[in-house]
């Protein structure tokens, strides 16, 4: 086992990082926090902004910040404004509402045909069908300083109204990591001609880019950032990192290493608890060492796919309670650490909001920022990214704890499987639908793809 750690280390340490200086760091700790930033960095960029997130939605958030995109174009010309989304989340509305010829990519062409200004709006198709993967490389770059964060730009995720969709917002003020962000867009995605412009007059049918899509879906399994790094291990650094795929995936086998190189304690941010058969693994050795875990959920009530019960259900509210079950076996399995408060399990719930962290933090040496959700669907099926630190002198450790405590004040601790929900006490709806997947034994299909 001491040989899996030393390997996993020196794996971390030989990777190539863009040194950071720890006044360049700094952590929002609020939805709302995130939006001012959003707002002000558009409005004082000088030569670029690009965005990236699965999507921009058209609603008062997102009509604010598209807005402030024309704005910052119309005051400067020369600026570089480019938006990236998922191709196909563009041009639907949202699940559960019913068919219409307006979307946020229709939204997209009356803005642009309004205002003339070249504003670019790029839909990036990860898949032939959204159901089989989607475009979920996260970032914001203004001119040289980088915004990141899981979250894409809507109501919710602003905290526009009364509810908020509770996220990670980190800002990193360096121009190589900015510019490895950027040239990763540029040559792997924009540049690749399997893309297109979402607010055009036209937007390119799925079936004219069927040869370019072929070969971008090849290039983005070996597509990596490129940047001039050093391969240390002794000050405060930064690594991008992506993932496409289950094999050759960078992103997928740091995480791995990550948790394989643990000594004394692990935190894990995630929004759906549905592991990848490999984290299961990892995650069970390190508790098997002695390693410390806390891992912070969100309850089913804080998932984005729950719906209240005065409200009318949809089949894809039965996903929450599923998650929650694979929550309640995971907790059976390690109720021997759960008493000893070797596991700590948390279960975050505020009110009627959300919860959509995700990430690791090991050792409090390794800080990993990502969109990807630890779950089948982004290991295998989405493309994903995310920014490793590297800390070895802890210097940016109290931001990390208090993003942690401020995450922590709204979570309830599970010492016990039974403080969770049983099968037998769900909807009704949600208990045929639940057994129904089990019968036919679908269940495990459906944890591989949502």
């Known amino acids: 086992m001491t040989n899996r750690i030393n390997q996993s280390l020196a794996y971390l340490n030989n990777l190539r990082k863009i040194p950071l200086d720890p006044a360049s760091i700094d952590c929002l700790y609020s939805s709302k926090s995130f939006k001012e930033a959003l707002l002000s960095q558009i409005k004082n960029a000088k030569y670029r902004i690009y965005l990236t997130a699965l999507y921009l939605e058209h609603d008062e958030a997102g009509i604010e910040i598209l807005l402030a995109l024309y704005e910052a174009k119309k005051a400067n010309p020369a600026i570089n404004v480019v938006v990236c989304i998922d191709y196909h989340r563009a041009q639907r ?9 307006a979307t946020n990519a229709t939204w997209y062409q009356e803005v642009e045909k309004a205002q003339k200004l070249g504003v670019k709006i790029i839909g990036i198709p990860v898949k032939r069908k959204e159901l089989f993967g989607v475009q979920h490389l996260k970032g914001f770059v203004f001119d040289t300083q980088v915004l990141y964060s899981g979250a894409s730009m809507n109501n919710i995720y602003l905290h526009q109204h009364d509810r908020y969709r509770y996220d990670r917002y980190w800002l990193i003020h360096n121009a190589k990591l900015a510019d490895s962000l950027v040239s990763f867009l540029n040559k792997e995605l924009i540049g690749s001609g399997a893309v297109a412009s979402l607010n055009s007059e036209v937007i390119t049918p799925m079936s004219e880019l069927k040869t370019a899509h072929k070969k971008l879906t090849r290039t983005l399994k070996q597509a990596r950032f490129e940047f001039e790094g050093e391969r240390t291990s002794d000050c ?68 984005d796919f729950y719906i209240p019960e005065d409200k009318p259900f949809r089949t894809i509210g039965a996903l929450p309670y599923l998650y929650e079950t694979n929550l309640k076996r995971f907790a059976k399995k390690h109720q021997a650490r759960l008493n000893t408060g070797q596991l700590n399990l948390k279960l975050w719930l505020h009110d009627n909001n959300s ?3 995700k990430g690791l933090y090991i050792d409090n040496r390794y800080i990993l920022l990502t969109g990807h959700n630890l779950n089948p669907r982004a290991w295998r099926l989405d493309v994903e990214n995310g920014l490793l630190i590297d800390d070895p002198n802890q210097q940016i450790k109290n931001l990390i704890d208090k993003e942690s405590q ?45």
Do not use: M
């Open 93 to 101: 509305g949202l699940i559960g509402q019913k068919k219409s010829t």
């Open 236 to 303: 405060l650094a930064v690594t991008p990192l992506s993932g496409f795929g289950s094999r050759q995936n960078k992103l997928n086998q740091s995480i791995r290493k990550l948790l394989q190189s643990a000594q004394h304690e692990v935190l894990i941010f995630t929004p759906y608890f549905n592991l990848p058969t490999a984290i299961s693994r990892d995650i069970s050795g390190l508790l098997k060492r002695g390693v410390k875990l806390t891992l912070v959920v969100g309850d089913k009530t804080a998932n």
């Open 355 to 357: 919860f959509h962290l």
């Open 406 to 450: 401020q995450v922590f004040e709204n979570t309830q601790l599970i010492t016990s499987p039974e403080q969770i929900q049983d099968v037998s006490e769900y909807p009704e709806k949600v208990k045929k639908i639940l057994v129904r997947l089990r019968r036919i034994k679908a269940d495990k299909i459906v944890k591989g793809i949502i």
